[in-house]
Protein backbone atom coordinates (compact mmCIF):
# COMPACT_ATOMS: atom_id res chain seq x y z
CA UNK A 1 0.00 0.00 0.00
CA UNK A 2 1.09 3.41 -1.14
CA UNK A 3 2.39 5.97 1.74
CA UNK A 4 0.98 9.21 2.61
CA UNK A 5 1.59 11.97 5.00
CA UNK A 6 -0.04 11.58 7.85
CA UNK A 7 -0.67 13.81 11.01
CA UNK A 8 -1.39 12.92 14.32
CA UNK A 9 -2.92 14.94 16.82
CA UNK A 10 -2.64 14.39 20.52
CA UNK A 11 -2.89 16.30 23.58
CA UNK A 12 -1.00 14.50 26.82
CA UNK A 13 -4.44 16.20 28.70
CA UNK A 14 -6.76 14.40 27.06
CA UNK A 15 -6.70 11.81 29.24
CA UNK A 16 -6.86 13.19 32.55
CA UNK A 17 -10.52 14.22 32.61
CA UNK A 18 -12.98 11.75 33.69
CA UNK A 19 -16.54 11.83 33.02
CA UNK A 20 -16.82 10.08 36.49
CA UNK A 21 -16.56 6.85 37.77
CA UNK A 22 -19.07 4.69 36.67
CA UNK A 23 -19.69 6.82 33.37
CA UNK A 24 -19.39 4.90 30.55
CA UNK A 25 -17.15 7.23 28.28
CA UNK A 26 -13.85 7.02 29.49
CA UNK A 27 -11.71 9.96 28.35
CA UNK A 28 -8.64 7.82 29.53
CA UNK A 29 -9.13 5.59 26.28
CA UNK A 30 -7.07 7.70 23.64
CA UNK A 31 -4.34 7.80 26.30
CA UNK A 32 -4.53 3.97 25.91
CA UNK A 33 -4.59 4.56 22.39
CA UNK A 34 -1.58 6.52 21.76
CA UNK A 35 0.70 4.22 24.40
CA UNK A 36 0.46 2.00 22.29
CA UNK A 37 0.39 3.81 18.91
CA UNK A 38 4.07 4.78 20.85
CA UNK A 39 4.95 1.30 21.87
CA UNK A 40 4.66 0.17 18.00
CA UNK A 41 7.48 2.76 17.14
CA UNK A 42 4.67 4.53 14.58
CA UNK A 43 5.17 8.16 15.88
CA UNK A 44 7.73 7.97 13.90
CA UNK A 45 6.18 7.48 10.98
CA UNK A 46 3.57 10.95 11.28
CA UNK A 47 3.86 14.23 11.98
CA UNK A 48 3.11 14.39 15.98
CA UNK A 49 1.46 18.10 16.70
CA UNK A 50 -0.46 19.02 19.62
CA UNK A 51 -3.37 21.62 18.09
CA UNK A 52 -4.36 24.70 19.68
CA UNK A 53 -6.98 24.55 22.22
CA UNK A 54 -10.36 26.12 20.60
CA UNK A 55 -11.69 29.45 22.09
CA UNK A 56 -15.47 30.46 22.54
CA UNK A 57 -15.71 32.17 19.87
CA UNK A 58 -14.38 29.14 17.44
CA UNK A 59 -16.82 27.12 18.82
CA UNK A 60 -19.54 29.36 18.06
CA UNK A 61 -19.26 28.98 14.62
CA UNK A 62 -21.32 26.39 15.04
CA UNK A 63 -23.01 26.22 18.69
CA UNK A 64 -25.16 29.18 20.13
CA UNK A 65 -22.79 31.87 22.58
CA UNK A 66 -25.12 30.82 25.31
CA UNK A 67 -24.43 27.25 25.42
CA UNK A 68 -20.71 28.15 24.90
CA UNK A 69 -20.68 30.41 27.29
CA UNK A 70 -22.81 27.91 29.87
CA UNK A 71 -20.08 24.91 29.38
CA UNK A 72 -17.28 27.50 30.43
CA UNK A 73 -19.06 28.40 33.69
CA UNK A 74 -21.10 25.13 34.61
CA UNK A 75 -19.65 22.66 37.67
CA UNK A 76 -20.92 19.82 39.59
CA UNK A 77 -21.86 22.40 42.05
CA UNK A 78 -23.60 24.63 39.80
CA UNK A 79 -25.11 22.43 37.45
CA UNK A 80 -28.76 22.40 38.68
CA UNK A 81 -29.01 25.75 38.81
CA UNK A 82 -27.38 26.63 35.30
CA UNK A 83 -29.65 24.22 33.42
CA UNK A 84 -32.17 25.57 35.41
CA UNK A 85 -33.08 22.00 37.29
CA UNK A 86 -31.89 19.90 34.24
CA UNK A 87 -34.51 21.19 31.73
CA UNK A 88 -31.84 23.08 29.15
CA UNK A 89 -28.20 22.27 27.60
CA UNK A 90 -27.86 19.13 29.74
CA UNK A 91 -30.89 17.74 29.78
CA UNK A 92 -29.99 14.52 30.91
CA UNK A 93 -27.48 15.11 33.71
CA UNK A 94 -26.80 11.12 33.41
CA UNK A 95 -25.77 11.18 30.49
CA UNK A 96 -24.02 14.62 30.15
CA UNK A 97 -22.95 15.13 33.45
CA UNK A 98 -21.20 18.30 34.05
CA UNK A 99 -17.85 16.96 34.93
CA UNK A 100 -14.82 19.13 36.58
CA UNK A 101 -12.95 20.72 33.34
CA UNK A 102 -16.01 19.98 30.61
CA UNK A 103 -14.45 23.18 28.76
CA UNK A 104 -11.24 22.57 28.55
CA UNK A 105 -12.03 18.52 27.53
CA UNK A 106 -14.43 20.41 24.84
CA UNK A 107 -12.24 22.72 23.70
CA UNK A 108 -9.33 19.94 23.42
CA UNK A 109 -11.91 17.81 21.08
CA UNK A 110 -12.45 20.76 18.86
CA UNK A 111 -9.54 21.80 18.74
CA UNK A 112 -7.97 18.84 17.65
CA UNK A 113 -10.42 18.44 14.58
CA UNK A 114 -10.07 21.96 13.50
CA UNK A 115 -6.48 21.57 13.44
CA UNK A 116 -6.95 18.50 10.96
CA UNK A 117 -9.38 20.38 9.14
CA UNK A 118 -6.68 23.44 8.35
CA UNK A 119 -3.41 20.95 8.16
CA UNK A 120 -5.57 19.29 5.25
CA UNK A 121 -6.78 22.07 3.16
CA UNK A 122 -3.24 23.62 3.30
CA UNK A 123 -2.01 20.60 1.65
CA UNK A 124 0.15 19.71 4.46
CA UNK A 125 -0.91 16.30 4.58
CA UNK A 126 -2.57 13.52 2.91
CA UNK A 127 -4.43 11.81 6.31
CA UNK A 128 -4.91 13.66 9.39
CA UNK A 129 -5.96 11.89 12.54
CA UNK A 130 -7.20 13.18 15.85
CA UNK A 131 -9.10 10.25 18.11
CA UNK A 132 -9.65 12.12 20.78
CA UNK A 133 -12.58 13.75 18.20
CA UNK A 134 -15.69 12.13 16.82
CA UNK A 135 -18.42 13.61 19.11
CA UNK A 136 -21.39 13.37 16.48
CA UNK A 137 -24.17 13.68 18.98
CA UNK A 138 -23.85 17.23 20.47
CA UNK A 139 -26.78 19.66 19.33
CA UNK A 140 -26.65 23.05 18.64
CA UNK A 141 -27.88 24.42 21.92
CA UNK A 142 -27.64 21.12 23.86
CA UNK A 143 -25.24 18.54 24.76
CA UNK A 144 -26.20 14.07 24.23
CA UNK A 145 -25.12 11.12 23.91
CA UNK A 146 -21.49 11.57 26.20
CA UNK A 147 -20.94 14.51 23.76
CA UNK A 148 -20.81 18.46 23.90
CA UNK A 149 -19.04 20.31 21.21
CA UNK A 150 -19.69 18.96 17.90
CA UNK A 151 -15.95 19.08 16.79
CA UNK A 152 -17.14 17.17 13.31
CA UNK A 153 -19.32 20.25 12.43
CA UNK A 154 -16.34 22.09 13.29
CA UNK A 155 -14.01 20.08 11.30
CA UNK A 156 -16.03 20.16 8.40
CA UNK A 157 -17.15 23.66 8.57
CA UNK A 158 -12.97 24.54 8.09
CA UNK A 159 -12.98 22.55 5.07
CA UNK A 160 -15.95 23.73 3.40
CA UNK A 161 -13.54 26.83 3.49
CA UNK A 162 -11.47 24.89 0.88
CA UNK A 163 -12.92 22.08 -0.74
CA UNK A 164 -16.21 22.40 -2.61
CA UNK A 165 -17.79 19.24 -1.67
CA UNK A 166 -17.41 17.33 1.82
CA UNK A 167 -18.32 13.64 2.48
CA UNK A 168 -18.51 12.57 5.98
CA UNK A 169 -19.36 8.91 6.63
CA UNK A 170 -19.83 7.18 10.20
CA UNK A 171 -19.33 3.85 11.34
CA UNK A 172 -20.39 4.46 14.92
CA UNK A 173 -23.09 1.64 15.84
CA UNK A 174 -25.35 5.03 16.88
CA UNK A 175 -26.78 7.36 14.25
CA UNK A 176 -24.54 10.55 13.19
CA UNK A 177 -27.82 12.59 14.43
CA UNK A 178 -26.22 15.95 15.23
CA UNK A 179 -23.97 16.12 11.87
CA UNK A 180 -26.97 15.43 9.58
CA UNK A 181 -28.94 17.70 11.69
CA UNK A 182 -26.51 20.39 10.49
CA UNK A 183 -25.94 19.98 7.39
CA UNK A 184 -29.61 18.79 6.45
CA UNK A 185 -30.32 21.82 4.01
CA UNK A 186 -27.18 21.59 2.13
CA UNK A 187 -25.78 19.60 -0.98
CA UNK A 188 -22.45 20.51 -0.38
CA UNK A 189 -22.17 18.07 2.38
CA UNK A 190 -23.21 14.86 2.18
CA UNK A 191 -23.47 12.59 5.64
CA UNK A 192 -23.56 8.83 5.32
CA UNK A 193 -24.28 6.72 8.56
CA UNK A 194 -24.22 3.23 8.91
CA UNK A 195 -25.94 2.39 12.63
CA UNK A 196 -28.26 0.02 14.51
CA UNK A 197 -32.03 1.75 14.26
CA UNK A 198 -35.24 0.48 15.73
CA UNK A 199 -35.54 1.40 19.62
CA UNK A 200 -32.02 2.40 20.04
CA UNK A 201 -30.46 5.98 20.74
CA UNK A 202 -30.98 8.39 19.38
CA UNK A 203 -33.93 6.83 17.51
CA UNK A 204 -33.37 9.26 13.95
CA UNK A 205 -31.70 7.62 11.17
CA UNK A 206 -34.42 5.79 8.71
CA UNK A 207 -33.86 5.13 5.12
CA UNK A 208 -36.73 7.88 4.39
CA UNK A 209 -34.45 10.49 6.42
CA UNK A 210 -32.55 11.84 3.35
CA UNK A 211 -32.63 16.12 3.47
CA UNK A 212 -34.71 18.72 3.12
CA UNK A 213 -34.82 21.49 0.40
CA UNK A 214 -31.76 21.74 -1.29
CA UNK A 215 -30.09 19.17 0.99
CA UNK A 216 -32.88 16.56 -0.07
CA UNK A 217 -30.82 13.27 -1.21
CA UNK A 218 -27.85 14.28 0.10
CA UNK A 219 -28.31 12.90 3.66
CA UNK A 220 -27.88 8.76 3.37
CA UNK A 221 -28.66 6.43 6.21
CA UNK A 222 -28.34 3.42 6.09
CA UNK A 223 -30.05 1.51 9.23
CA UNK A 224 -28.75 -1.71 10.19
CA UNK A 225 -29.85 -4.36 13.05
CA UNK A 226 -28.11 -6.52 15.28
CA UNK A 227 -25.22 -9.02 14.92
CA UNK A 228 -24.35 -8.12 11.72
CA UNK A 229 -20.74 -9.14 11.17
CA UNK A 230 -17.68 -8.41 8.55
CA UNK A 231 -18.72 -9.69 5.98
CA UNK A 232 -22.62 -8.77 5.99
CA UNK A 233 -21.09 -4.93 6.37
CA UNK A 234 -18.40 -4.83 4.19
CA UNK A 235 -21.28 -5.75 1.38
CA UNK A 236 -23.62 -3.01 2.18
CA UNK A 237 -20.65 -0.55 2.96
CA UNK A 238 -18.44 -0.89 0.00
CA UNK A 239 -21.01 -0.66 -2.89
CA UNK A 240 -22.66 2.48 -1.08
CA UNK A 241 -19.81 4.29 -0.62
CA UNK A 242 -18.54 3.30 -4.15
CA UNK A 243 -22.26 4.69 -5.49
CA UNK A 244 -21.34 8.13 -3.86
CA UNK A 245 -18.12 8.95 -5.07
CA UNK A 246 -19.28 8.41 -8.21
CA UNK A 247 -22.39 10.57 -8.27
CA UNK A 248 -21.07 13.08 -5.22
CA UNK A 249 -17.79 13.42 -5.86
CA UNK A 250 -16.25 14.68 -2.28
CA UNK A 251 -12.90 16.71 -2.80
CA UNK A 252 -12.57 15.64 0.91
CA UNK A 253 -13.80 13.03 3.55
CA UNK A 254 -14.27 12.47 7.31
CA UNK A 255 -14.45 9.27 8.32
CA UNK A 256 -15.63 9.25 11.95
CA UNK A 257 -14.30 5.56 13.15
CA UNK A 258 -16.59 4.78 16.22
CA UNK A 259 -15.09 2.07 17.81
CA UNK A 260 -18.82 0.98 19.51
CA UNK A 261 -19.61 -0.78 16.31
CA UNK A 262 -16.94 -3.66 17.46
CA UNK A 263 -18.06 -7.01 18.79
CA UNK A 264 -17.97 -7.09 22.87
CA UNK A 265 -18.69 -3.50 23.09
CA UNK A 266 -20.98 -2.30 25.93
CA UNK A 267 -23.23 -0.46 24.46
CA UNK A 268 -22.79 -1.47 20.94
CA UNK A 269 -24.85 -4.63 19.51
CA UNK A 270 -22.92 -5.35 16.34
CA UNK A 271 -20.42 -8.37 15.72
CA UNK A 272 -17.86 -6.44 14.29
CA UNK A 273 -14.01 -7.45 14.29
CA UNK A 274 -11.43 -5.08 14.51
CA UNK A 275 -10.01 -6.10 10.52
CA UNK A 276 -13.94 -5.28 9.60
CA UNK A 277 -14.22 -2.35 11.21
CA UNK A 278 -10.32 -1.15 9.96
CA UNK A 279 -11.61 -2.29 6.42
CA UNK A 280 -13.77 0.55 5.72
CA UNK A 281 -10.81 3.07 6.81
CA UNK A 282 -8.47 0.80 4.34
CA UNK A 283 -11.42 1.50 1.61
CA UNK A 284 -11.83 4.72 1.97
CA UNK A 285 -7.76 5.62 1.68
CA UNK A 286 -7.67 3.44 -1.24
CA UNK A 287 -9.34 6.30 -3.08
CA UNK A 288 -6.93 8.81 -2.77
CA UNK A 289 -8.57 11.84 -1.60
CA UNK A 290 -7.56 14.21 1.43
CA UNK A 291 -8.85 12.45 4.82
CA UNK A 292 -9.68 13.12 8.26
CA UNK A 293 -10.34 10.38 10.96
CA UNK A 294 -11.98 11.08 13.99
CA UNK A 295 -12.83 8.96 16.84
CA UNK A 296 -15.68 8.50 18.24
CA UNK A 297 -17.79 5.93 20.35
CA UNK A 298 -16.15 3.25 22.11
CA UNK A 299 -16.75 2.21 25.58
CA UNK A 300 -14.98 -1.53 25.66
CA UNK A 301 -11.49 0.40 26.46
CA UNK A 302 -8.98 -2.03 25.09
CA UNK A 303 -11.03 -3.11 22.45
CA UNK A 304 -10.96 0.80 21.69
CA UNK A 305 -7.58 1.01 22.01
CA UNK A 306 -6.58 -1.91 19.79
CA UNK A 307 -8.98 -0.63 16.87
CA UNK A 308 -7.88 2.74 16.87
CA UNK A 309 -4.04 1.84 16.83
CA UNK A 310 -4.21 -0.84 14.05
CA UNK A 311 -6.73 2.11 12.12
CA UNK A 312 -3.50 4.05 12.38
CA UNK A 313 -1.06 1.60 10.98
CA UNK A 314 -4.00 1.57 8.51
CA UNK A 315 -3.53 5.58 7.91
CA UNK A 316 0.47 4.65 7.47
CA UNK A 317 -0.04 1.66 5.27
CA UNK A 318 2.22 -0.46 7.79
CA UNK A 319 -1.47 -2.59 8.89
CA UNK A 320 0.82 -6.02 7.10
CA UNK A 321 4.37 -4.58 8.79
CA UNK A 322 2.98 -4.92 12.79
CA UNK A 323 3.40 -7.32 15.35
CA UNK A 324 -0.30 -9.08 16.38
CA UNK A 325 1.41 -9.65 19.90
CA UNK A 326 1.21 -6.33 21.99
CA UNK A 327 4.37 -4.66 22.73
CA UNK A 328 4.94 -3.83 26.44
CA UNK A 329 3.57 -0.30 27.40
CA UNK A 330 2.65 1.47 30.35
CA UNK A 331 -0.89 -0.18 30.24
CA UNK A 332 0.11 -3.60 28.92
CA UNK A 333 -1.72 -5.69 31.99
CA UNK A 334 -5.28 -3.81 30.75
CA UNK A 335 -5.11 -6.04 27.47
CA UNK A 336 -5.20 -9.48 29.10
CA UNK A 337 -5.85 -12.11 28.91
CA UNK A 338 -4.62 -12.70 24.95
CA UNK A 339 -2.05 -9.53 24.83
CA UNK A 340 -2.57 -9.31 21.17
CA UNK A 341 -3.94 -6.48 18.62
CA UNK A 342 -7.43 -8.22 17.65
CA UNK A 343 -11.16 -7.56 18.15
CA UNK A 344 -12.21 -11.29 17.67
CA UNK A 345 -16.58 -11.99 17.01
CA UNK A 346 -18.35 -13.39 19.27
CA UNK A 347 -21.64 -16.04 18.68
CA UNK A 348 -24.09 -13.05 17.89
CA UNK A 349 -26.94 -13.89 15.39
CA UNK A 350 -26.63 -12.11 12.26
CA UNK A 351 -30.36 -10.41 12.34
CA UNK A 352 -29.59 -8.77 9.42
CA UNK A 353 -29.12 -12.06 7.03
CA UNK A 354 -31.97 -13.69 8.75
CA UNK A 355 -34.58 -11.84 7.94
CA UNK A 356 -33.02 -10.42 4.43
CA UNK A 357 -33.47 -7.02 5.48
CA UNK A 358 -29.98 -6.04 4.45
CA UNK A 359 -30.53 -6.69 0.93
CA UNK A 360 -33.73 -4.54 1.20
CA UNK A 361 -31.40 -1.76 2.67
CA UNK A 362 -28.92 -1.87 -0.08
CA UNK A 363 -31.38 -1.77 -2.96
CA UNK A 364 -33.01 1.11 -1.63
CA UNK A 365 -30.05 3.41 -0.68
CA UNK A 366 -28.56 2.49 -3.96
CA UNK A 367 -31.42 3.30 -5.26
CA UNK A 368 -32.03 6.50 -3.91
CA UNK A 369 -28.04 7.14 -4.81
CA UNK A 370 -29.45 7.00 -8.32
CA UNK A 371 -31.45 9.31 -8.68
CA UNK A 372 -29.21 12.40 -7.60
CA UNK A 373 -28.13 14.68 -10.16
CA UNK A 374 -24.59 15.06 -10.96
CA UNK A 375 -22.03 16.26 -8.40
CA UNK A 376 -23.58 19.67 -7.06
CA UNK A 377 -21.54 22.57 -8.50
CA UNK A 378 -19.66 25.14 -6.13
CA UNK A 379 -18.53 28.40 -7.17
CA UNK A 380 -14.92 28.97 -4.73
CA UNK A 381 -13.28 31.99 -4.01
CA UNK A 382 -10.15 32.59 -2.45
CA UNK A 383 -10.76 32.45 1.61
CA UNK A 384 -8.33 34.47 3.90
CA UNK A 385 -6.19 32.52 6.36
CA UNK A 386 -7.95 34.49 9.33
CA UNK A 387 -11.06 35.96 9.98
CA UNK A 388 -11.56 39.78 10.27
CA UNK A 389 -11.76 40.16 13.81
CA UNK A 390 -8.27 38.40 13.92
CA UNK A 391 -7.38 40.60 11.02
CA UNK A 392 -8.26 43.73 13.03
CA UNK A 393 -7.08 42.40 16.57
CA UNK A 394 -10.23 42.16 17.80
CA UNK A 395 -10.15 38.53 18.11
CA UNK A 396 -7.42 36.67 20.21
CA UNK A 397 -7.17 32.69 20.56
CA UNK A 398 -5.26 33.15 23.87
CA UNK A 399 -5.57 34.97 26.86
CA UNK A 400 -1.56 37.05 26.41
CA UNK A 401 -3.43 39.99 24.51
CA UNK A 402 -4.32 42.79 26.80
CA UNK A 403 -7.54 44.77 26.04
CA UNK A 404 -7.55 48.76 25.52
CA UNK A 405 -9.69 50.53 28.31
CA UNK A 406 -12.75 51.05 25.55
CA UNK A 407 -12.90 47.49 24.66
CA UNK A 408 -12.95 46.70 28.96
CA UNK A 409 -15.66 49.04 29.09
CA UNK A 410 -17.61 47.70 26.23
CA UNK A 411 -16.67 43.82 27.55
CA UNK A 412 -17.92 44.97 30.92
CA UNK A 413 -21.27 46.69 29.49
CA UNK A 414 -21.60 43.44 27.60
CA UNK A 415 -21.43 41.07 30.25
CA UNK A 416 -23.95 43.19 32.74
CA UNK A 417 -26.66 43.09 29.85
CA UNK A 418 -25.99 39.96 29.11
CA UNK A 419 -26.52 38.50 32.86
CA UNK A 420 -29.26 40.73 33.37
CA UNK A 421 -31.24 38.58 30.39
CA UNK A 422 -29.56 35.73 31.13
CA UNK A 423 -31.62 35.14 34.26
CA UNK A 424 -34.91 35.05 32.56
CA UNK A 425 -33.89 34.00 29.33
CA UNK A 426 -35.38 30.16 27.54
CA UNK A 427 -35.49 28.59 24.59
CA UNK A 428 -37.84 29.54 21.79
CA UNK A 429 -39.70 27.14 20.88
CA UNK A 430 -40.62 28.58 17.27
CA UNK A 431 -37.07 28.93 16.16
CA UNK A 432 -36.25 26.88 13.25
CA UNK A 433 -32.50 25.69 14.47
CA UNK A 434 -34.40 25.15 17.84
CA UNK A 435 -36.79 22.51 16.26
CA UNK A 436 -33.79 20.91 14.29
CA UNK A 437 -31.77 20.44 17.58
CA UNK A 438 -34.57 19.54 19.74
CA UNK A 439 -37.57 17.65 18.30
CA UNK A 440 -37.40 14.49 16.19
CA UNK A 441 -37.52 15.69 12.61
CA UNK A 442 -37.16 12.17 11.01
CA UNK A 443 -39.89 10.25 9.18
CA UNK A 444 -40.09 7.81 11.77
CA UNK A 445 -41.33 3.97 10.83
CA UNK A 446 -44.59 2.82 11.89
CA UNK A 447 -43.23 1.03 14.74
CA UNK A 448 -41.39 4.07 15.82
CA UNK A 449 -44.51 6.91 15.39
CA UNK A 450 -45.54 6.88 19.32
CA UNK A 451 -42.05 7.46 20.24
CA UNK A 452 -41.52 10.18 17.30
CA UNK A 453 -44.56 12.16 18.31
CA UNK A 454 -43.90 11.88 22.27
CA UNK A 455 -40.57 13.34 21.21
CA UNK A 456 -42.47 16.25 18.87
CA UNK A 457 -44.52 16.58 21.89
CA UNK A 458 -43.02 20.03 23.04
CA UNK A 459 -39.74 18.39 22.77
CA UNK A 460 -39.94 17.21 26.37
CA UNK A 461 -38.91 13.40 25.87
CA UNK A 462 -35.63 12.79 25.17
CA UNK A 463 -33.46 9.11 24.68
CA UNK A 464 -30.55 7.94 27.27
CA UNK A 465 -27.99 6.45 25.52
CA UNK A 466 -27.34 4.07 27.88
CA UNK A 467 -30.97 2.64 28.74
CA UNK A 468 -32.24 3.20 25.32
CA UNK A 469 -35.22 4.49 26.89
CA UNK A 470 -37.49 7.53 26.80
CA UNK A 471 -37.24 10.11 29.64
CA UNK A 472 -39.06 13.22 30.88
CA UNK A 473 -37.04 16.34 31.19
CA UNK A 474 -38.81 19.36 33.11
CA UNK A 475 -40.60 22.30 30.85
CA UNK A 476 -37.82 25.38 30.73
CA UNK A 477 -40.36 27.55 30.99
CA UNK A 478 -41.97 25.97 34.25
CA UNK A 479 -38.81 25.48 35.84
CA UNK A 480 -37.73 29.04 35.04
CA UNK A 481 -40.97 30.06 37.06
CA UNK A 482 -40.37 28.18 39.81
CA UNK A 483 -36.50 28.96 40.28
CA UNK A 484 -37.65 32.92 40.29
CA UNK A 485 -40.80 32.17 42.38
CA UNK A 486 -42.50 35.06 40.04
CA UNK A 487 -45.45 36.40 41.54
CA UNK A 488 -48.40 35.65 39.58
CA UNK A 489 -49.63 38.85 38.67
CA UNK A 490 -46.16 39.49 36.83
CA UNK A 491 -46.87 37.52 34.27
CA UNK A 492 -50.12 39.31 33.39
CA UNK A 493 -50.59 41.18 29.90
CA UNK A 494 -52.36 44.32 29.93
CA UNK A 495 -55.36 43.02 28.93
CA UNK A 496 -55.76 41.13 32.24
CA UNK A 497 -55.15 37.62 30.94
CA UNK A 498 -52.58 34.85 31.73
CA UNK A 499 -49.63 34.65 29.30
CA UNK A 500 -48.22 31.72 28.37
CA UNK A 501 -45.36 30.90 30.27
CA UNK A 502 -43.49 29.75 26.95
CA UNK A 503 -44.34 33.41 25.43
CA UNK A 504 -43.25 35.22 28.91
CA UNK A 505 -40.05 33.99 29.38
CA UNK A 506 -39.02 34.11 25.40
CA UNK A 507 -35.43 35.94 25.06
CA UNK A 508 -35.60 39.73 24.37
CA UNK A 509 -32.68 41.39 23.96
CA UNK A 510 -34.03 45.13 23.61
CA UNK A 511 -36.55 45.14 26.10
CA UNK A 512 -38.39 48.24 26.86
CA UNK A 513 -41.13 49.67 29.47
CA UNK A 514 -42.70 51.39 26.75
CA UNK A 515 -46.17 50.16 24.88
CA UNK A 516 -48.01 51.44 21.59
CA UNK A 517 -51.38 52.22 21.67
CA UNK A 518 -53.11 51.22 18.33
CA UNK A 519 -55.97 53.24 19.39
CA UNK A 520 -54.46 56.48 20.34
CA UNK A 521 -51.34 55.71 18.22
CA UNK A 522 -48.99 56.94 20.75
CA UNK A 523 -46.18 55.44 22.82
CA UNK A 524 -46.81 55.22 26.46
CA UNK A 525 -44.56 54.31 29.18
CA UNK A 526 -45.76 52.70 32.56
CA UNK A 527 -44.26 53.83 36.13
CA UNK A 528 -43.12 51.30 37.87
CA UNK A 529 -42.73 52.29 41.46
CA UNK A 530 -42.05 49.14 43.49
CA UNK A 531 -41.27 45.44 42.82
CA UNK A 532 -42.64 42.65 44.01
CA UNK A 533 -40.22 40.86 46.77
CA UNK A 534 -37.46 39.22 45.78
CA UNK A 535 -36.91 41.10 42.61
CA UNK A 536 -35.59 44.35 41.60
CA UNK A 537 -37.34 47.12 39.27
CA UNK A 538 -34.91 46.09 36.15
CA UNK A 539 -36.37 42.18 36.62
CA UNK A 540 -39.98 43.51 36.43
CA UNK A 541 -39.41 45.71 33.67
CA UNK A 542 -37.56 42.90 31.79
CA UNK A 543 -40.20 40.42 32.47
CA UNK A 544 -43.01 43.62 30.96
CA UNK A 545 -44.25 43.56 34.14
CA UNK A 546 -46.85 46.89 35.77
CA UNK A 547 -47.97 47.49 38.83
CA UNK A 548 -51.84 46.54 39.51
CA UNK A 549 -54.14 48.39 37.44
CA UNK A 550 -56.39 49.54 40.61
CA UNK A 551 -53.51 50.85 42.61
CA UNK A 552 -51.97 52.56 40.02
CA UNK A 553 -52.03 56.18 38.65
CA UNK A 554 -52.45 57.51 35.79
CA UNK A 555 -50.15 56.71 33.08
CA UNK A 556 -47.55 59.13 32.03
CA UNK A 557 -47.47 59.94 28.85
CA UNK A 558 -44.02 60.07 26.70
CA UNK A 559 -43.51 61.84 23.54
CA UNK A 560 -41.19 60.12 21.22
CA UNK A 561 -39.13 60.44 17.77
CA UNK A 562 -39.72 57.76 15.19
CA UNK A 563 -36.19 56.26 15.78
CA UNK A 564 -37.32 55.88 19.63
CA UNK A 565 -40.55 54.53 18.56
CA UNK A 566 -39.31 51.63 16.60
CA UNK A 567 -36.48 51.07 19.76
CA UNK A 568 -38.88 50.63 22.37
Same mark, same amino acid.
Given at each position: ? *? ?11 ? $? ?23 ? %? ?25 ? %????? *? ?15 ? %???? $? ?14 ? *? ?38 ? @? ?63 ? =???? %?????? &? ?18 ? @? ?56 ? =? ?37 ? &? ?10 ? @? ?7 ? !? ?24 ? &????? $? ?20 ? !? ?127 ? $? ?5 ? *? ?17
Amino acid at each position: M *SKRRVTYYYDPDV $GSYTYGFSHMMKPQRMRLTHELVSA %YNMLDKMHVLRANRASAETMTRFHTDE %YVQFL *SRVTPETQEELTFNGSR %YLVL $GDDNPAFEGVYEFCSI *SAGGSIAAAQRLSCGAADITINWAGGLHHAKKREASGFCY @INDIVLCILELLRSFPRVLYIDIDCHHGDGVEEAFLTTDRVMTCSFHKFGEYFPGTGSLEDRGRG =KGRG %YAVNVP &LKDGITDESFKSVFEPVIEK @ILEVFQPSAIVLQCGADSLAGDRLGCFNITMKGHANCLQYVRACNIPLVLLGGGGYTV =KNVARAWTYETACALGIENEIDPNLPWNEYFEWFGPRYR &LEVVANNMDDVN @IRDGSLEKV !RETVLKNLSELQPAPSVGMHDVPDES &LGQHL $GFSKDDDDGQMDELDERLAQHT !RFVYNLQESLATEDESDDDASLSDDSYSSRRRDSRVSRRRTRAGGRKRMSIVTNHYHDVPRADDALLDLCNLPPHIDEHHNGKRASAAAASRRRFFQSAARWDSRLERVFVDRVELAPPGLSVGDVMLM $GGRRDRE *SEGPEEEVEMDDDEMEEG
